[in-house]
């Protein structure tokens, strides 16, 4: 018997604001927003770029909580898994993105770079060496 296939993984943050983030994600990163609810002052979207998908939900009685708030040595919120992190951070750079960590190999065998969004979720793009 074949064993059914899974194919990706969408993480789902908690953001202070809907449109700031769907905002730094568009202009910053080249995400596109494939949904939001609702059209004027949304509380839900989904954004993507490519194969990568992000849900978002705002309320105003829940503050972002990303992982490095949670214990320092565990920073990333997310893996994003690029085959080729060199040319993804040469056209970050030119759309003005910071990295929290450049690019560079790490010691557990990756090749890729770090960046923080404005609710401080840390994503890393990257692949294996």
Known sequence: MTRP?????????????????????????GFKTAFQEPD???????????????????DDS???LPNHKRH?????????NTPDPDALATE????????SAPLK???DGLRGFELTDPDGYVLFFGRTR
């Open 5 to 29: 296939a899974t194919t990706s993984i969408s993480p789902f943050f908690i953001v202070s604001s809907i449109d700031q983030t769907t905002a730094f994600y568009r202009e910053k990163l």
């Open 40 to 58: 004027r002052n949304p509380f839900f979207a989904v954004i993507c770029r490519d194969e990568v998908q992000l849900l978002i939900k705002s």
């Open 62 to 64: 829940v503050t972002p």
């Open 72 to 80: 320092p040595s565990m920073r990333w919120d997310a893996f994003i």
């Open 92 to 99: 970050l750079i030119d759309r003005g993105v910071a990295f």
């Open 105 to 107: 190999d790490t010691d």
